[in-house]
């Protein structure tokens, strides 16, 4: 592992407990959290299909 995945890794990582700390914030339920990031999952996924079709 080098410099640069290790910061990566340690970025995503802190981008992980802002979130969570977000969601524990506004009191979001960990079933709501799932499929609010499946939603976001899917919009980032067709948005990828659109974006490689029009290629």
Do not use: C, P, Y
């Amino acid at each position: 592992m080098n410099e640069h995945q290790i910061v990566s890794l340690i970025s995503l990582t802190g981008f992980l407990v802002l979130v969570a700390a977000g969601f524990r914030a506004h009191e979001v339920g960990w079933r709501k959290g799932f499929f609010m990031a499946g939603a976001w999952a899917g919009i980032f996924a067709v948005v990828i299909l659109f974006i490689d079709m029009a290629r």
